[in-house]
């Protein structure tokens, strides 16, 4: 039974991918991202002409945000096996995973209210929209203390076999570090650190679903090995 619901977890981390990324681009049309040159009267444009994909995308989007919990569980769990009981590493992936969550479904819930309401002034639409993009990217430090404790925990783990392999420890950190160009978004909007930048939107971007699958699959082994060793 354990096991199972270990899974169940586990293969939330593939539907989170699938669902986010049918609101993101087909639905909403936020891939690519709106510029952040882009003046009131185009951005308001942007929410009059695809008002109801918009909210649609951005309702599956925040929906199977919280799906991210269930994957963060997962990951603690299988650090708990690492540090053979809950220590410290546990308890900052756990913390750290949860609050990334939180960045997901707030910048949603910023552009619904912008497309709550898209005959409102353009300069309005423009000001949510700008905080909707700011709060997606910009927090860019849960995410990296999250990967930095996944990484830590997998290459100090003492287990024989180890729980996870050691470069997914390597892999975690590689991860953090792509991560931390997001911060620089509040001092340009054009080029790479713009939010529609490379280092900012593309680069995190590909990382991250990528890590999500890369993830989904190294836990998914280690949870059937300890569901057999049981």
Known sequence: MNTRNELLCIW?????????????????HFLPPHLPTAGAEEIAALYQGRTWQ??????LMMGCSGLVCAFVAAITVAIKRMEKGAGILTYTQLSAGT????????????????????????????????????????PFTTFVVQNIAIGLAVLGDSNTPTILPRWVGFFNLWVAVLFIPGGLLTFFKTGPFAWSGVFVYWVPLVV???????????LRQAAIKAGRAA
């Open 12 to 28: 939330s981390a593939i539907l989170f991918v699938v669902v986010f990324t049918l609101g993101l681009w087909p639905l909403a």
């Open 54 to 59: 918009i909210r649609l995308g951005l309702f």
């Open 99 to 138: 609050c990334g969550a939180v960045f997901l479904i707030v910048p949603c819930l910023v552009w619904t209210a912008a497309a709550f309401r898209p005959d409102r002034s353009p300069e309005l639409t423009l000001l949510l929209n700008d905080v909707g993009w700011i709060m997606l990217f910009m």
């Open 208 to 218: 991250f679903l990528s890590w999500y699958l890369v993830m989904f699959v190294v």
